[in-house]
């Protein structure tokens, strides 16, 4: 089954790291990574840019409208995400902890749902 691991922290706390807290943190990201792909869970994951370069796209009665930044004020910003495969939901919780910034923020773990063939429905 897919998980998606959507990776929350608080852009202006990461913004603070010494440039060598940065480079510890990313070497950690990159060795979370091999272990993703070595145990055969690693299909995909980016970082995202800051929040303030984000745009919320809605559609209400046929209108659009553009908001900057996202919807709602939160303490944690979305920065990337995991796409992960797990045999069950113990292991892509057991990835999710190993993620470094559970340490400091949180990591969502959400199931991918599965849609079925629309010739099937």
């Known amino acids: 089954m897919q998980y998606l691991l959507l990776i929350y922290e608080n852009e202006s706390a990461g913004a603070a790291r010494s440039p060598e807290e940065q480079k510890t943190m990313m ?14 869970n690693y299909i995909g ?53 190993q993620i470094p910034a559970a340490r400091v923020g949180c990591v969502e773990v959400r199931p991918v749902m599965v849609l079925p063939d629309l010739d099937s429905m």
């Open 45 to 97: 994951g980016e970082p995202l840019e800051p929040v303030a370069t984000a745009t919320t796209v809605r559609v209400r009665d046929g209108e659009v409208l553009h908001t900057d930044g996202p919807f709602a004020e939160t303490k944690e910003q979305l920065g990337g995400y995991y796409l992960v495969e797990a045999s069950d939901l113990d292991r892509a919780l057991e990835l999710a902890r």
């Open 27 to 40: 070497k950690e990201y990159f060795a979370f990574n091999e272990v993703a792909k070595a145990g055969g």
